[in-house]
């Protein structure tokens, strides 16, 4: 029965993690998959994690199941995260969110959602994007367009090319966009490009779906909501996907969202029905433990306000890298300008390198880089900048 079976291509990020961790050179560094580490190199648990889970521990009566949509104390902290306290969207219940297991489990079930009730949407993604996107919007049978976003030679937002593809998308189409701290470029449209954005799709009228997995690792937790705020002051329904896996590190609880928007609350109501008939047809109601440690942070004073300096200490440290990589490299002999680095958002950066001086860095110096030249710079200390940037300026210059 399984005889024909041919072996899948590994992913092209998780797989390069694999690689890494079987590379016995004691001096390699991990640039390569999006997980935040501090100055020791260690993914820490956060402590407004940790003190959330003590609570839990000794509040935990049951293991009973959640309800398909997860638990409403989450639920609702979700949405005030995404459009703020007072919004209309939250006070006229315009929204309803069903925790999902991470960001990509929110993405899954909104592509079956679109898929059952949008069956003639194509969805567009930036191009270029997420790995991942592509194929979770094809294995539900989507089609799947991209648009332009990125200038390579200028290492700049394409913007008047962007527009002019969105230009093109129908009527309801779907457009992916990034909330914030796009992957892979670490490049985001201004708060002027966004207010642009959104008055093309009120005017295309084609549908946003917002993947949100960096909200704080831009600028702000409130700076970060800004682009997808923007498009709800002009368009009445979006879909948006949260990850949790980031901002409070939480990679492994599997913590994430997915929020519908519509026109009216009667609307949103019956739309999510139909998401939680793709969530029980999937896994049936959610994993219990992320949502409870997120709900518990975010429904605290005391717990938010340490959540939110620890998320402001991963975001500077991130921005530091980022200036002590681009002054690093102007020490090593770089001449080649990278200065667009310390301009870019969040974890990663396009950083220009070839192929060819991804692959050299990999097998003559154990340095991990995805192929596309993406650099989490998360994965840069104090101590492996210098050898890091001597490599690349090697690299560079062979
Ligand atoms: N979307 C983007 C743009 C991401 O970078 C990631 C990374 O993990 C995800 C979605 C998925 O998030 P999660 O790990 O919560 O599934
Ligand atoms: O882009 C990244 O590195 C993160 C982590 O299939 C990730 O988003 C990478 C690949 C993947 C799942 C998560």
């Known amino acids: 029965m399984f005889e024909h079976i041919q072996a899948a291509p590994a992913d092209p990020i998780l797989g390069l993690n694999d690689a890494y961790k079987k590379d016995p050179n004691p001096n390699k560094i991990n640039l390569g998959v999006g ?18 889970e003590e609570r839990l521990l000794l509040q935990e009566k049951s293991k009973n199941y959640l309800s398909i949509e997860g638990r409403p104390n989450y639920r609702s902290a979700v949405q005030t995260l995404l459009f703020g306290k007072d919004h209309q969207i939250i006070s006229k219940q315009l929204a309803q969110t069903a925790h999902t297991p991470g960001g990509t489990g929110a993405l899954r079930v909104a592509a079956e959602f679109i898929k059952k009730h949008l069956p003639e949407a194509t969805i567009w993604v930036s191009n270029p994007t997420w790995a991942n996107h592509q ?19 200028s290492k700049t937002l394409d913007f008047e090319a962007m527009l002019a593809s969105l230009s093109q998308v129908p009527e309801g189409d779907v457009v992916l966009f990034h909330g914030c701290c796009h992957n892979p470029t670490g ?16 005017k295309q009228g084609f549908l946003a779906l917002f993947d949100f997995a960096y909200q ?8 970060d909501a800004q682009g997808l705020r923007t498009f709800l002051d002009h368009v009445p329904e979006m879909l948006i996907a949260s990850s949790f896996s980031k901002n409070f590190g939480l990679y492994n609880e599997r913590v994430g969202a997915l929020t519908i928007v519509c026109e009216t609350s009667d609307q949103a109501e019956s739309a999510f029905t139909q998401i939680k008939r793709c969530i029980r ?19 605290d004073a005391e717990l938010y306000a340490l ?8 975001r500077t440290r991130i921005h530091e890298m980022r200036s ?12 080649q300008d990278f200065s667009f680095i310390s301009q870019q958002q969040g974890m990663f950066s396009f950083s220009g390198l070839t192929p060819d001086q991804v692959a050299q860095l990999r097998n003559e110096f154990g340095i991990y880089i995805v192929g596309s030249g993406r650099i989490n710079v998360a994965g840069m200390t104090h101590d492996n900048m210098a050898p890091l940037c001597e490599a690349i300026a090697s690299v560079i210059k062979g």
């Open 307 to 314: 959540w939110e300096s620890e998320l402001d200490t991963m």
């Open 187 to 202: 490049i985001d449209p201004t708060p002027e490009q966004w207010y642009q954005l959104a008055k093309l799709c009120s």
């Open 35 to 52: 997980v935040y580490k501090d100055e020791l190199g260690h993914t820490p648990i956060l402590k407004a994690v940790k003190q959330a």
């Open 324 to 335: 002590l990589f681009v002054n690093t490299l102007r020490a090593k002999g770089v001449n």
């Open 135 to 153: 194929s979770v919007f094809q294995s539900v049978g989507l089609e799947v367009g991209s648009y332009s976003y990125y200038n390579a030679d």
């Open 281 to 299: 047809t999937n896994y049936s109601n959610p994993p219990s433990h992320g949502s409870a440690v997120v709900a518990e942070i975010l429904n």
């Open 216 to 223: 704080g690792f831009g600028q702000s937790l409130n700076d």
